[in-house]
T-cell receptor, first 113, second 113 residues
């Protein structure tokens, strides 16, 4: 049973555009929501994370928006660059759901020069 | 400091053979996780260790899979009688405690022929 649904599966934007990736979760016991960035042949790298008591968090060009009532959260990449081309995974963790990350299916982002 | 390391980086094995995959977590990290990433798929939780507590094995797909963690540090994931569907990238992650960021290694790409 997939507990975290991620969309879209892929995304193409021009340099400077704002890719937006959306995730929805089912289990209200989740209490920590990280995003990971993965380049081909590499392991996922933690990008940014948010707790459900915060509606928005910014780190550099990356912003998470969180809607607790809708059980949805999203990643925005401001002023995207070709170097941001990667696969992005949202995840959820914690509470009664257990001490492990439950990942979304991933979004492949391509930023064209 | 050094990140999570995994070995080997690539492993090709024949169907029916046993394989061992190794993970060296970040020094001082008490929690260690194994995930599996199949081609074009998201990341699937396998097992985690926290200190001296009994491991959570709830994600192991069959009894052919097992893992151990010696001395609270290095972990080995063993797959017995490998099958072609075991082909995937096996990722290890570690964290300081259960409720904080997980840091991933580069993974071991396993190919079962």
């Amino acid at each position: 049973q997939q507990q975290v649904k991620q969309s879209p599966q892929s995304l193409i934007v021009q340099k400077g555009g704002i890719p937006i990736i959306n995730c929805a979760y089912e289990n209200t016991a989740f209490d920590y929501f990280p995003w990971y960035q993965q380049f081909p042949g590499k392991g996922p790298a933690l990008l940014i994370a948010i707790r459900p008591d915060v509606s928005e968090k910014k780190e550099g060009r990356f912003t998470i928006s969180f809607n607790k009532s809708a059980k949805q959260f999203s990643l925005h990449i401001m002023d995207s660059q070709p170097g941001d081309s990667a696969t992005y995974f949202c995840a959820a963790f914690g509470g009664a759901a257990g001490n492990k990350l439950t990942f979304g299916g991933g979004t492949r982002v391509l930023v064209k020069p | 400091g050094a990140g999570v390391s995994q070995s080997p980086s690539n492993k090709v094995t024949e169907k029916g053979k046993d394989v061992e995959l190794r993970c060296d977590p970040i020094s001082g990290h008490t929690a260690l996780y194994w995930y599996r990433q199949s081609l074009g798929q998201g990341l699937e939780f396998l097992i985690y260790f926290q200190g001296n507590s009994a491991p959570d094995k709830s994600g192991l797909p069959s009894d052919r899979f097992s893992a151990e963690r010696t001395g609270g540090s290095v972990s080995t994931l063993t797959i017995q009688r490998t099958q072609q569907e075991d082909s995937a990238v096996y990722l290890c992650a570690s964290s300081l405690s259960l409720a904080v960021e997980q840091y991933f290694g580069p993974g071991t790409r396993l190919t079962v022929t």
